[in-house]
């Protein structure tokens, strides 16, 4: 090969390389999911459900690895009722992490409250496998079992919640909506009780309590309670709901209304 040809050989190679370079840089990268920052995340979790779900469900649109993102919307949309989706959005977490604690929690949350503890009970018991000195898992196993009547086994989960996490009025609440269920009015006034009379008590357990006493007759606790808790016209709403029952009710299983406080935990 004359010196000529070498290097023209050497020119077009150069050249070659170059095109391939600069094909390489006008070609679009792939950039990493841009997530809301800790602060921006922080606000939304102070705002209501419908805003966290909306929310949570571009974060996690954006990067459907994002753990956090798939169990903060699981959790606002089993508060706005749309369980079929909790479930969803807890499942898409798990496939990424398969062993993520809150995720399984949120999964058998989510099962319970659309009245499938089934379903339940196997993610549930695996986050209780997991991390059995978590309170929350022996307490939302409670509410499964209770719902699919395997009774012995709730109350074993329960007492275990509480051997964990001392009255702690989840646990005492999620106990006593199932002795209403079972028709133990008395027993649940008790758990109510006591559930209320903890500091980390939220409105619920308060507004449960209300309902069990205006269930067994004893309207006028009842009201007070409810007009402390509840603007005058849901206060309202729920009076008429009681008194319309009236103490016939007592120890009934009325409770479907309440079931959204088997969630706890």
Wanted: charged letters at 20%; aromatic letters at 6%.
């Amino acid at each position: 090969m004359s010196r000529m040809t070498a290097a023209v050989a050497t020119a077009a190679l150069m050249f070659l390389a170059g095109a391939a370079q600069a094909q390489a840089q006008a070609r679009p990268q792939q950039q990493a999911p841009v997530r809301a920052s800790a602060e921006v995340r922080a606000t939304y979790d102070r705002m209501d459900a419908l805003s966290r779900s909306v929310f949570w469900a571009s974060e996690q649109e954006n990067d459907p690895t994002d753990p956090v993102a798939g169990v903060k919307l699981a959790q606002a949309l089993r508060e706005l009722g749309r369980y079929d989706q909790a479930v969803t959005a807890a499942e898409t977490t798990l496939t990424v992490q398969p062993d993520n604690l809150d995720a399984l929690l949120e999964l058998g949350r989510a099962h319970v409250a659309r009245g499938q503890a089934f379903y339940g009970i196997a993610p549930l018991e695996k986050a209780r496998d997991q991390a059995p000195r978590d309170w929350r898992a022996w307490s939302v196993l409670g509410v499964a079992y209770e719902q699919v009547r395997r009774f012995d086994d709730a109350r074993t989960a329960w007492n275990q919640a509480l051997t964990l996490s001392p009255d702690n009025p989840d646990v005492l609440a999620n106990a006593a909506m199932a002795a209403m269920t079972q028709g133990d009015a008395a027993g649940a006034e008790t758990l109510l009780r006591r559930a209320s009379g903890q500091a980390g008590a939220s409105p619920k357990v308060r507004q449960n309590l209300a309902m069990v006493l205006g269930l067994q007759g004893k309207m006028a606790e009842a009201e007070q309670i409810l007009r402390r808790e509840l603007p005058p016209e849901l206060a309202e709403k729920n009076l008429q709901w009681l008194r319309e029952r009236g103490a016939a009710s007592a120890g009934g299983a009325e409770t479907a209304r309440t079931w959204s406080s088997l969630q706890g935990g």
